[in-house]
T-cell receptor, first 110, second 114 residues
Framework: GEDVEQSLFLSVREGDSSVINCTYT??????LYWYKQEPGAGLQLLTY?????DMKQDQRLTVLLNKKDKHLSLRIADTQTGDSAIYFC??????????FGAGTTVTVRA | DGGITQSPKYLFRKEGQNVTLSCEQN?????MYWYRQDPGQGLRLIYY???????QKGDIAEGYSVSREKKESFPLTVTSAQKNPTAFYLC?????????????FGAGTRLSVL
């Protein structure tokens, strides 16, 4: 099965907050990442968090990490139509390998 | 502009044909990667290269081959042995392996079978 799990779809109203959740299995993971993929494009790194942190904030993005439950979340404040995309959670497996979830498709409705 | 360039954007393969996907980076990154993306699935690692003239198999290397003759270039060949090649292929690079392992991605090549 997947090492990293995410729900597949999220629909949110424009202006509301979006919360995308992810669970991972490797308790020794040191870095966790959020990537964004727009239609037909490659992946863009949004943010990452080191495992000794509980939270990281970057403008409209807030990442929360619960190491005990191996749970990672990405909150997008004031969601805009340009935030419609697929969001991938990933964990570092070793110095050269990342393990990706299946991606959460976020749809922003007016 | 610095970045990772993948070409072509769309590629069609006939039965029994080998095709090669190009990936070039001008970021001076040591490590490069090839991933395959299928609908509803995460990215799966095909091959990666830590340094010129060296590469390792990823999780789904069967039916694929790579070379790393130059630091900037990491072409992927999809051989006729790959029976289900239709997918979106993504190339990535990182400054080097190591602590953060932050990978930067190209725009992808969509491969279809005729």
């Amino acid at each position: 099965g997947e090492d990293v799990e995410q729900s597949l779809f999220l629909s949110v109203r424009e202006g509301d907050s979006s919360v995308i959740n992810c669970t991972y299995t490797d308790s020794s993971s040191t870095y966790l990442y959020w990537y964004k993929q727009e239609p037909g494009a490659g992946l863009q790194l949004l943010t990452y968090i080191f495992s000794n942190m509980d939270m990281k904030q970057d403008q409209r993005l807030t990442v929360l990490l619960n190491k005990k439950d191996k749970h990672l979340s990405l909150r997008i404040a004031d969601t805009q139509t340009g935030d419609s995309a697929i969001y991938f959670c990933a964990e570092k497996r070793n110095d050269y390998k990342l393990s990706f979830g299946a991606g959460t498709t976020v749809t922003v409705r007016a | 502009d610095g970045g990772i360039t993948q070409s072509p954007k769309y590629l069609f393969r006939k039965e029994g044909q080998n095709v090669t996907l190009s990936c070039e980076q001008n970021l001076n990154h040591d490590a490069m990667y090839w991933y395959r993306q299928d609908p509803g699935q995460g990215l799966r690692l095909i091959y990666y290269s830590q340094i010129v003239n060296d590469f390792q198999k990823g999780d789904i290397a069967e039916g694929y081959s790579v070379s790393r003759e130059k630091k900037e270039s990491f072409p992927l060949t999809v051989t006729s042995a790959q029976k289900n090649p239709t997918a979106f292929y993504l190339c990535a690079s990182s400054p080097q392996g190591g602590q953060k392992n932050i990978q930067y991605f190209g725009a992808g090549t969509r491969l279809s079978v005729l």
